[in-house]
């Protein structure tokens, strides 16, 4: 069973408009869910985390995400989005119901356009 | 503080085949995790490695081996290389202590198999 969805492969959206990266998890507990963008030719950079405490997490670049237990949720958003933001981003989530074992997402293209 | 390195860049083989694979944690980490990023198939989990001790592996055969030395660099061995093997590796070292466990990843090893 897939851990960690990303509905969508390719996001487009235009320089200046809020950004949403979509993201589902289904492992059971309290996990620990991840964000991360890979630009051209590069490893994959960390961008924010949710651990516990506040729903809505701050991260790099401007970037936030809130976690919805009801949803099983963990968008990615960006109130105001940049061409430099293109890129691929991967959602991950650490399952400590499977001897701690990381699941990523697919991977969402997000291409902002000018 | 310098981040996660892998060795080498690139890597060509032919089929059956052995490559090493070499990762350098950020300094302090005691984790150190394998990835296998083939084109359209998003990271899949390879091993991890903590302490030294082999902590859990994915769902790839037996012939994808590694191992942790003292200083906790990392190996990945893959042997009878197949055609299939080609894709990106990437390594990633983690804290493992308090709220820190998000990954830092590094480049990346590009292996093609000829």
């Known amino acids: 069973a897939q851990s960690v969805a990303q509905p969508e492969d390719q996001v487009n959206v235009a320089e200046g408009n809020p950004l949403t990266v979509k993201c589902t998890y289904s492992?059971?507990?309290?996990?620990?869910l991840f964000w991360y963008v890979q630009y051209p030719n590069r490893g994959l950079q960390f961008l924010l985390k949710y651990i516990t405490g506040d729903n809505l997490v701050k991260g790099s670049y401007g970037f936030e995400a809130e976690f919805n237990k009801s949803q099983t949720s963990f968008h990615l958003k960006k109130p105001s989005a940049l061409v430099s933001d293109s890129a691929l981003y991967f959602c991950?989530?650490?399952?400590?119901?499977?001897?701690?074992?990381?699941?990523f997402g697919t991977g969402t293209s997000l291409t902002v356009i000018p | 503080e310098a981040g996660v390195t892998q060795s080498p860049t690139h890597l060509i083989k032919t089929r059956g085949q052995q490559a090493t694979l070499r990762c350098s944690p950020i300094s302090g980490h005691t984790s150190v995790y394998w990835y296998q990023q083939a084109l359209g198939l998003g990271l899949q989990f390879l091993l991890w490695?903590?302490?030294?001790?082999?902590?859990n592996r994915g769902n790839f055969p037996p012939r994808f081996s590694g191992r942790q030395f003292p200083n906790y660099s990392s190996e990945l061995n893959v042997n009878a290389l197949e055609l299939e093997d080609s894709a990106l590796y990437l390594c990633?070292?983690?804290?493992?202590?308090?709220?820190?466990?998000?990954?830092?990843f590094g480049p990346g090893t590009r292996l093609t198999v000829t």
């Open positions: 990633a070292s983690s804290l493992e202590q308090g709220a820190n466990y998000e990954q830092y």
């Open positions: 490695y903590d302490e030294g001790e082999e902590r």
């Open positions: 991950a989530v650490r399952d400590w119901n499977t001897g701690n074992q990381f699941y």
């Open positions: 492992v059971s507990g309290n996990p620990y």
